[in-house]
């Protein structure tokens, strides 16, 4: 016979130990880095080196061109591709959710099939598509939409462009499913009444279907925007870098600032503090952007 | 088989008291049932005495041990739950004897125990079925069997029969009643159900927020309700309550004038208790108190019949107040819109205080009178 | 069918259509490449090509493929497994005890998942450096244990585990760890499925974190070799094709072969 105490202890102590490994762990791997990184930044110095500095990093980060330009990427990166890859996400899993529509599952898993390639598996294998003479470039010539190969390896514009275009192709099926299964959760007989009302297709998505899937599309737009401030893989590898220079594509036009941290702490000298520092602006965008779109999401109430 | 004992059983979740000081005997090989709307802490107070929640304050006794503090495993209890709670990936012959595995049962007498337990409930054919394949009724009997082969001292049940339909919840009704006469365990059953609580109880506690209302046998409730709610609570269909104020007739005589079917006069039989004029008070009639010679008799205009075949109910009223309740057993010529005679004994009546509380009397309340 | 619909119809096949075709292309390209040298790579041939038998000699040979599959395939399966295994526990223990500060600490560990790698990476080598980690599968797999995205998931799959057979349990006398072990895991079979291949994606797939620690050819992942053969001056691509599929089959062949749990695994962060 178990000692008699009291059973809400006895349940509470087993509670904590069912949390307690995985708590210890993100203590010591999660926690205790962010806060060390947060000391880190107001650190200067060269390697091991380190003095404290307190707002030095700040004010480098100011007249620091590479981080600018690593910043205008990032955020161009995602203020483009996220818009065109959620419309786009949302569009096609509209038409795929119609019940009359055949081969629906076919197309669906289709789409949703670039989600199974690892990051640097599918950039890889766009790098292959989009060199000079390659099939990229001859399908586009052989449909008559260029004259000459478009120089996207070597054009700053179309490197960026290319980046932009491969993101959508990995993770447009990967939104769309959770815009189908969203759909597919709301009562088909709103629709049928909408119908029978003679509400317009047009006015049914935007008045309908838009405003029953926000949630999902503020969670997709969240975790999008996420994503992208991270983009690291893609940058890397899709387009022919010079990584022992550590650039990234022609005049650095896709380096992103996970790419310029890695390549401040691993590639170049390595600046701890200052890595550290420009790793807690992702952190500020990051917090800044998804706060933006849940106030935005809560206004439109 | 135990006797179990509550004294002044509170619970509490943080500043809410969900449990007042029950009180409660039952005695070894009882048969009590729980019975409240939801939300009245039936289910709490089963869970408190299975151990699945803590006592906040006072004792649970079984037989004659006091088990606050003891683990749900070791109160020598059973326990049948509204959902089953079968493990998927189980056969039924492993769902069945599963605890007797951590019990450290050898596997022949748990093989034993199964068996039999399954002879009982006619299960054989299904043992090594999963509790996907089974039909409600048939998995309802599995729960029953994994209780029955722990040999508990005491089964608790809770809500068994309410994810079951009609049919198969009177089938399993009277399993479980047979069941309890062959075993004679001492049996807690919670149920939001009256009927139920009536058919299977040897007595039946009502509850409602948090505190017992009265507790007796199903006849006892029946004929004689502590209390407004009880009375209403337990019958079907319900008793009809009035509202009534005292009075007195054109020749001085105590009565009851009662709003609701058109400030009708009721003479209080010779008996009852001298009651203030004006005094606010309810009456209760039974459906099945109607009858055709009572002294007292009112005109009711007929809203809808309902047929059952031996009886009929007839639900009428006078203008716009609350239909009353009527049972008659020659009621097939009653149709909607009809006027009837309904005539009852002054006798028969129930007297509630304004505030719900029953007024006591020889006068009152005789069901057969 | 009247004359609008049809080219309703018309456009709505061909838009989905050409969105189907587009996603496989890369997919049929890379099987196609594994054929053709290098040279019928870069100028878009379509065919297939002879170079099959070469492309994948050279891949087992320059790459030392074998052992470098080896690597990906312990550490994601090892911990794959070992992120379940305390992740799922401690989803669990969140959603079912009552124990006091659980709600901020909950909190606070969905917050976790917000924090971007990079703020993590410096500090996590200098702690593997300490540790005498660099340079070995321990390092990779270690961070990843614990991980708030897995914990959330499973604390929401428990919300929709029964707490009758819970309490059938405790009164059948089974301890807190047996009702997890015997009850819990085998009814939740299917979101173990499903975490396991969102788990062990992004093991097979992780590329950043293996990039910094490991650091000699012997401890790479295919990952980390088919990136570097990529990245060459002039890469050899028929060899890049080969190390493509061979890196992408196991997730190929757990889609296809769990495409349900895949899916769940993925809509699992909004259920």
Redo the contacts between chains.
């Keep these: 016979?178990?000692a008699?105490?009291?059973?809400?202890r006895?349940?509470?102590v087993?509670?904590?130990?069912?949390?307690v490994?995985?708590?210890?762990?993100?203590a010591?791997?999660?926690?205790?880095?962010?806060i060390?990184?947060l000391w880190?930044s107001f650190q200067t110095g060269r390697g091991l080196v380190m003095h404290f500095g307190g707002l030095a990093n700040i004010v480098r980060l100011t007249e620091d061109p590479v981080f600018q330009l690593a910043l205008t990427n990032t955020i161009l990166f995602f203020v483009i591709q996220v818009p065109i890859m959620l419309t786009l996400a949302l569009f096609?899993a509209v038409?795929?959710d119609?019940p009359k529509?055949k081969f629906a599952g076919?197309?669906r898993?289709?789409?949703?099939?670039?989600?199974?390639?690892?990051?640097?598996?599918?950039?890889?294998?766009?790098?292959?598509?989009f060199?000079d003479?390659?099939?990229?470039?001859?399908?586009l010539a052989a449909v008559g939409a260029i004259s000459g190969p478009i120089p996207w390896m070597s054009d700053p514009f179309w490197a960026r462009v290319l980046l932009i275009v491969a993101i959508t192709?990995r993770w447009?099926?990967?939104n769309m499913?959770?815009y189908l299964?969203a759909l597919q959760n709301i009562d088909r007989s709103i629709y049928e009444v909408a119908r029978i009302d003679g509400v317009p297709a047009t006015a049914r998505f935007f008045r309908l279907t838009v405003p029953m899937l926000k949630?999902?599309i503020l969670?997709t737009t969240v975790t999008s925007t996420?994503g992208t401030?991270?983009l690291?893989?893609e940058a890397?590898?899709i387009v022919?870098?010079d990584?022992s220079a550590g650039t990234a594509g022609p005049g650095d036009s896709v380096l992103t600032?996970?790419v310029y941290?890695?390549n401040l702490?691993?590639r170049f000298m390595p600046s701890?503090g200052y890595?550290?520092t420009?790793?807690?602006v992702?952190?500020i965008l990051?917090?800044l952007l998804?706060f933006v779109q849940f106030t935005v999401a809560r206004e439109r109430d | 088989m135990s006797d179990l004992k509550l004294v002044d059983v509170s619970k509490s979740f943080g500043a809410v008291e969900i449990l007042k000081k029950i009180n409660l005997d039952v005695k070894a090989g009882e048969f009590i049932v729980f019975v409240g709307p939801s939300g009245c802490g039936k289910s709490t107070l089963l869970r408190l005495i299975a151990?699945l929640?803590?006592i906040t304050a006072g004792e649970l006794v079984i037989g004659g041990k006091r088990m606050?503090?003891?683990?749900p495993s070791?109160r020598g209890l059973a326990m049948v739950f509204q959902s089953y709670a079968l493990n998927p990936h189980m056969t039924v012959a492993e769902n069945m004897g599963f605890a007797l595995k951590f019990a450290g049962l050898p596997s022949a007498e748990i093989r034993a125990r199964v068996l039999s337990a399954a002879h009982i409930l006619d299960l054989e054919p299904l043992l090594q079925r999963r509790p996907k394949a089974l039909s409600g009724g048939q998995r309802q009997r599995v729960a029953i069997g994994r209780a029955i082969v722990r040999q508990p001292k005491v089964f608790l049940f809770d809500e068994p029969l309410s994810n079951l339909d009609a049919g198969l919840r009177v089938h399993m009704r009277i399993e479980i009643a047979k069941l309890h006469r062959q075993l004679g365990v001492t049996t807690v059953y919670v149920t939001h159900d009256q009927v139920e609580a009536m058919t299977l109880a040897d007595r039946i506690v009502v509850l409602r927020a948090g505190e017992v209302e009265q507790i007796g046998s199903p006849l006892d409730l029946y004929d004689n309700p502590a209390n407004l709610f009880v009375a209403g609570f337990i019958g079907s269909p319900k008793m009809n309550l009035l509202p009534a104020i005292v009075t007195r007739t054109a020749d001085g005589r105590p009565a009851l004038r009662i709003p609701d079917i058109g400030d009708a006069l009721v003479a209080l039989p010779d008996r009852a208790p001298r009651l203030e004029d004006g005094r606010a008070v309810y009456i209760g009639i039974r459906p099945e108190q109607f009858c055709v010679d009572g002294s007292a008799e009112f005109d009711l205009a007929i809203d809808i019949v309902e047929h059952l075949g031996g009886t009929t109910f007839v639900y009428a009223r006078k203008g716009s107040s609350a239909a009353i309740v009527v049972e008659t057993r020659d009621g097939r010529a009653h149709k909607s819109g009809d006027a009837i005679a309904v005539r009852f004994d002054p006798a028969s009546l129930y007297l509630f205080d304004a505030d719900g509380g029953r007024i006591r009397s020889a006068a009152f309340g005789q069901p057969n009178a | 069918m009247p004359l609008p619909r049809l080219l309703n119809r018309i456009g709505?096949y061909g838009?989905?259509?050409a969105?189907?075709?587009?996603?496989?292309f890369?997919?049929i390209?890379?099987i196609v490449?594994t054929t053709n040298s290098t040279g019928d790579?870069?100028?878009?041939?379509?065919g297939l090509g002879h170079a099959f038998l070469d492309n994948t000699q050279k891949f087992f040979t320059q790459a030392n493929a074998p052992l470098i599959f080896w690597n990906s395939a312990k550490i994601s399966l090892l911990g794959t497994a070992l992120t379940l295994a305390?992740?799922s526990?401690?989803g669990?223990?969140?959603e079912?005890?009552?124990?006091?500060g659980?709600d901020w600490?909950y909190a606070g560990?969905l917050l976790?998942i917000?924090?971007?790698?990079?703020?993590?990476?410096?500090?996590?080598?200098?702690?593997m450096g300490r540790l005498g980690l660099i340079n070995t599968h321990i390092a990779i797999i270690?961070?990843t244990?614990?991980s708030?995205f897995v914990?959330f998931y499973f604390r929401q799959a428990t919300k929709a585990f029964p707490s009758e057979l819970r309490d059938a349990a405790r009164v059948d006398g089974l301890k807190?760890?047996q009702i997890?072990l015997y009850i819990y895991i085998p009814t939740m079979r299917s979101t173990y499925a499903a975490a396991f291949v969102i788990v062990f994606?992004a093991t097979?797939?992780n590329?950043?974190w293996p990039?910094?620690v490991l650091q000699t050819n012997e401890m790479k992942t295919i990952?980390l070799v088919?990136?570097s053969?990529?990245?060459a001056y002039y890469?050899d691509?028929g060899v890049?094709?080969v190390g493509?599929l061979v890196?992408?089959l196991p997730?190929?062949i757990v889609?296809f072969a769990m495409?349900r749990q895949f899916?769940q695994g993925?809509?699992g962060?909004?259920k």
């Excluded at chain 1, 010591?28 to 962010?34: A, L, S, T």
């Design positions: 016979m178990p008699p105490i009291s059973l809400r006895y349940y509470d087993n509670g904590w130990f069912f949390v490994p995985a708590l210890g762990l993100i010591v791997f999660m926690i205790y880095p962010i060390w990184s880190m096609t038409l795929l119609d529509l076919l197309i898993t289709a789409i949703f099939l670039p989600c199974v390639m690892s990051l640097v598996v599918y950039s890889v294998i766009f790098k292959s598509m060199v003479d390659g099939v990229v470039n001859r399908a192709w447009t099926g990967y499913i959770f299964a949630p999902v969670f996420i401030l991270q690291f893989d890397r590898n022919a870098s990584t600032l996970s941290i890695y702490t691993f701890f890595a550290a420009v790793s807690y992702i952190v990051v917090a998804s | 151990g929640e803590e606050n503090d003891i683990d070791h | 709505v838009f989905l259509g969105m189907a075709l587009l996603s496989v890369p997919f390209w890379m490449g790579i870069i100028l878009g041939h379509l305390v992740s526990v401690a669990y223990g969140f079912i005890f009552r124990s006091p659980r600490l560990l976790t917000m924090i971007p790698f990079a703020v993590l990476m410096i500090p996590l080598f200098m702690i270690l961070p244990v614990a708030g914990i807190e760890w997890f994606m097979w797939n590329y950043l990039l910094i990952t088919i990136s053969l990529a990245s890469p691509y890049v094709m493509a890196a992408t997730t190929l889609f495409q899916v993925m809509l962060a909004i």
